[in-house]
């Protein structure tokens, strides 16, 4: 049902993981980086699902997506954030960010790697760009427009931000303009906006390869990036998945060279 795997070497964690996932529930994956807060691969915690022969958790499993899924072999594996990422073919959160030396969106598909990270410098939100907002999007809801109501909300205090408009300020941030490898956008996941962004807040970006997915008789790749907002005090203020197609060819630059 359950098994723990002491190794040091990422890779080959992940060999052994996927080796023994269709007879082990759950794996417990342990480095010098995640050693000391282990907690054993059988304790109960709440945030896991198990999987497995026993298929522990329930009727839940039968729920919506779960009632197809609760047909197919799961195991759960816990570990460090980099040996998630080895393991799964997914950068987790914690995992390392990679400088790869060019914007992520100049790197065709085949060469882009998990946590291939773009920081963003900073920009400060003012009254201004919330009414030109407001205007624009006809969305003029009391808390971004009135600082008097707004003050009233117990959530707020005062006048705040869009978040839509917090989307589309990072959009500007990090988004390389030239024709290049990235051929479109196609939605957002999991988009959450956690704290709000007030007059005079300064907001940045983190844009990192999250998982890729081939589609070779197309050309071209399903890219998902981490995306998290933060502001001035290093608080995230939004986090979400920017999915994008990106060309498995490399595209020469305007300039032709």
Request: overall charge neutral; hydrophobic content about 35%; aromatic content about 8%.
């Amino acid at each position: 049902m359950a098994a723990s795997v002491f190794c040091a070497d990422d890779s080959l964690a992940s060999q052994i993981v996927l080796g023994l996932a269709p007879y082990h529930g759950r794996i417990l994956v342990v480095n010098r980086t995640c050693a000391k807060e282990s907690t054993g691969h059988g304790s109960p915690l709440a945030p896991l699902i198990h999987g497995g022969p026993g298929r522990a958790g329930g009727g839940e499993e039968m729920g919506g997506i779960r009632g197809i899924l609760h047909y197919m072999q799961r195991t759960a594996v816990q570990g460090s954030p980099d040996t998630i990422t080895a393991t799964s073919g997914r950068w987790a959160r914690g995992s390392r960010l990679r400088e790869p030396g060019r914007h992520p969106f100049r790197i065709p598909f085949n060469d882009l790697e998990l946590g291939d990270t773009l920081k963003s410098t900073d920009r400060e939100v003012t009254i201004a760009d919330i009414e030109q907002f407001a205007a624009l999007s006809g969305d003029t809801f009391y808390a971004h427009m009135s600082e008097t109501d707004a003050a009233r909300n117990p959530l707020f205090g005062g006048r705040v931000a869009h978040g839509y408009f917090l989307i589309s300020a990072a959009a500007g941030l990090f988004v390389d303009p030239d024709y290049g490898p990235v051929l479109g956008n196609y939605g957002i996941d999991e988009l959450r906006f956690v704290k709000p962004v007030k007059p005079g807040d300064r907001i940045k970006v983190r844009l990192t390869c999250a998982s890729k997915s081939l589609r070779a008789d197309k050309g071209w790749g399903e890219v998902a990036w981490d995306t998290e907002i933060t502001n001035q005090n290093q608080e995230t203020v939004a986090s979400y998945n920017v999915l994008t197609l990106v060309s498995i060819y490399a595209v020469p630059d305007s300039k032709g060279s």
